[in-house]
């Protein structure tokens, strides 16, 4: 069997979830505008350049979900996935998935961005494993804190590799273990797979790609 990991946001989504969370709960009204856009937009051109202080950053997009009743939340997100999310999932995307399911593959998304606004995109592609940034719940609702680890750069290969352990798995498990992505962000972790791919991928992971002899791909 082999292992099949996929980033999320710009890599089997054609935009970016977490960005776009904040887009739609200032659309919806449940967000100021005028304050939250101009952070949303500075987190994003931080992770971009690959200096983002991602305990920074969930602190500030977990405020919405402490703010809000999980009920509330769940019709939202139910709302932002049909409407906004459903459009970012391209043809190529679905096939690259179901080519590793009929392989027989196990097969993980694994983000940076929380894991309730990404399970059910994660599931919209046939995908029951998820490692993201998980939010810390009390009775069910959120405290608007991070629970352990956020899966982030090394974060990814320390998350991964404790969900490996508590399945009795390891990397070397696998004769070969694949992992996705559009970022220079999961250097950490394509450098630990056998088969490193880019997607769609930024100027620094494609130039060090080529650098590498990595495949680079696109799903757009």
């Known amino acids: 069997m082999n292992l099949a990991l996929f980033d999320l946001d710009n890599t089997i989504l054609a935009g970016d979830s977490d960005y776009n969370w904040s887009r739609?709960?200032?659309?919806?009204?449940?967000?100021?505008?005028?304050?939250?856009?101009?952070?949303?937009?500075?987190?994003?051109?931080?992770?971009?350049?690959?200096?983002?202080?991602?305990?920074?950053?969930?602190?500030?997009?977990f405020k919405p979900l402490?703010?809000?009743?999980?009920?509330v939340l769940n019709q939202l997100l139910k709302k932002y996935v049909e409407e906004v999310i459903k459009p970012m999932i391209t043809d190529k995307a679905r096939a690259l998935v179901k080519g590793h399911q009929e392989a027989g593959d196990?097969?993980?998304?694994?983000?940076?961005?929380n894991s309730f606004i990404t399970k059910p995109i994660a599931a919209l592609f046939g995908i029951e494993n998820l490692i993201g940034t998980d939010p810390e719940e009390?009775?069910?609702?959120?405290?608007?804190?991070?629970?352990?680890?956020p899966s982030f750069k090394e974060g990814k290969v320390t998350r991964l590799e404790a969900w490996l352990k508590s399945k009795n798995l390891s990397l070397a498990s696998f004769?070969?273990?694949?992992?996705?992505?559009?970022?220079?962000?999961?250097?950490?972790?394509?450098?630990?797979?056998?088969?490193?791919?880019?997607?769609?991928?930024?100027?620094?992971?494609?130039?060090?790609?080529?650098?590498?002899?990595?495949?680079?791909?696109?799903?757009?």
Do not use: C
């Not at 100021?32 to 991602?54: C, Q, R, S, V, W």
């Not at 402490?66 to 009920?71: E, G, K, L, T, V």
């Open 175 to 220: 004769e070969k273990s694949y992992f996705y992505s559009d970022s220079h962000n999961d250097l950490p972790l394509m450098e630990k797979v056998t088969h490193p791919v880019a997607v769609d991928s930024d100027d620094i992971l494609s130039e060090y790609a080529t650098s590498k002899g990595w495949p680079q791909i696109s799903l757009r």
């Open 106 to 113: 196990l097969i993980i998304v694994i983000t940076a961005t």
């Open 138 to 149: 009390k009775e069910g609702e959120f405290t608007g804190k991070v629970s352990g680890l």
């Open 66 to 71: 402490a703010r809000n009743p999980r009920s």
């Open 24 to 61: 739609f709960l200032i659309q919806e009204g449940y967000l100021d505008g005028a304050i939250h856009a101009e952070k949303n937009e500075k987190f994003y051109a931080d992770y971009k350049d690959g200096t983002l202080d991602i305990f920074a950053f969930v602190e500030f997009q």
